[in-house]
């Protein structure tokens, strides 16, 4: 079992930056790639980005790529997303994932929201 929890959501001026975290508990050590998504209302969940257990390996979203970064602290069971640039359509609720072999584990999810 993997226990994870987010943290860093809040009130955002389009334009402006925020840096999410996730806290990682229980069985870390076996845990892989690990990823942020996102649900806006009425909408389903998407991708944001992903990065593998040694971070040798990212991916993002075409619609942040280059304005957002994923990274991840292994010693400290953290996974952080740095975004920047944000935009209004950008307010959602971001979630954490972990996969360890083939489940996945979510978090509660932080709420973003982008001011125009």
């Known amino acids: 079992q993997v226990q994870l929890v987010e943290s860093g959501g809040g009130l955002v001026q389009a334009g402006g930056s925020l840096i999410l975290s996730c806290a990682a508990s229980?069985?870390?050590?076996?845990?892989?790639?690990m990823g942020w998504y996102r649900q806006a209302p009425g909408r389903q969940r998407e991708l944001v980005a992903t990065i593998s257990e040694d971070s040798s390996t990212t991916n993002y979203g075409d619609s942040v790529k280059g304005r957002f970064t994923i990274s991840r602290d292994n010693a400290k069971n953290m996974m952080y997303l740095q975004m920047n640039s944000l935009k209004p359509e950008e307010t959602a609720v971001y979630y954490c994932k972990g996969t360890v072999w083939v489940v996945d584990y979510w978090g509660q999810g932080t709420r973003v929201t982008v001011s125009s």
């Open positions: 229980g069985r870390v050590d076996k845990l892989n790639t």
